[in-house]
């Protein structure tokens, strides 16, 4: 096809085309098969104001004992404007706004986990759902609002906007599910997705997901299934 003698409303419709495709991630994941720093995906958020609330739930499997990163929303001010974070043992760190709390969880047996972080700014509570658990609530960065220029990265944390990677603190494993609101849902809610129903996710949505791969990532049908 020759592109110069095409008309340009006609370019203009296949660039936008392009841009606005989404792809349904219904029972597949991504795979991150090693360690690196250069291996990650980039998800692109639906926003149109700063988030005064949200909830973000994922599924994760992965054998590393070592800490690693799950989910970085970083904006220019802050690296850590939201940040999922698998500590080694028995513990998850949150952060809002670069603010950290840390979450005990139980021992778990080697199997895939479902996690739901959830956040307000109206009364700085913070929660953190473990397989349809909850843990005890945290106090978080009270009247923040967390900003909407932002990257979005799956499996590195950001110390840079959009980079900063250190392989010691990526993800090795499979990641899906990731779904996100920009409220905090109740939990009635909460335990309906853990077990597998959804509530219009209007952030991000895995059934209509935009992203991009970046170095060893491979899309492949989910584990958890």
């Known amino acids: 096809m020759n592109m110069e003698k095409l008309p340009l409303c006609i370019l203009i419709f296949m660039s936008l085309s392009n841009a606005l495709s989404q792809t349904d991630m219904s029972e597949k994941s ?14 692109k958020p639906h926003l149109d104001k700063p988030l ?14 070592r800490s690693c990163c799950l989910f ?3 904006t220019e001010s802050h690296f850590n404007d939201i940040l999922i974070f698998k500590r080694p043992v028995g513990s998850y760190l949150f952060a ?5 709390v840390v979450f005990q969880v139980p021992e778990i047996i080697f199997a895939p986990q479902h996690i739901c972080v959830g956040w307000e700014s109206e009364s700085g509570i913070a929660e953190f759902w473990l397989d349809g658990k909850p843990m005890v609530r945290k106090a978080l960065n009270k009247g923040y609002s967390v900003g909407i220029k932002s990257k979005i990265i799956l499996g590195q944390d950001q110390d840079s906007f959009g ?11 499979d990641i899906g599910d990731v779904y ?3 409220s905090m849902l109740s939990p009635e809610d909460i335990i309906s997705i853990y077990l597998g129903g959804t509530f219009s996710p ?24």
Do not use: H
């Open 30 to 43: 991504f795979v991150l098969p090693q360690e690196s720093d250069d291996s990650y995906v980039i998800l």
């Open 52 to 65: 005064k609330a949200f909830t973000v739930c994922l599924k994760v499997f992965t054998d590393l004992k």
């Open 72 to 74: 970085s929303y970083a």
């Open 96 to 100: 809002v706004g670069d603010e950290e």
């Open 163 to 173: 980079g900063g990677f250190d392989k010691t603190q990526s993800l090795v494993g």
């Open 180 to 182: 996100m609101w920009d």
């Open 202 to 225: 209007n952030v991000l949505d895995w059934r209509k997901l935009d992203y991009e791969k970046k170095g060893s990532v491979v899309t492949k049908p989910q584990l958890w299934v």
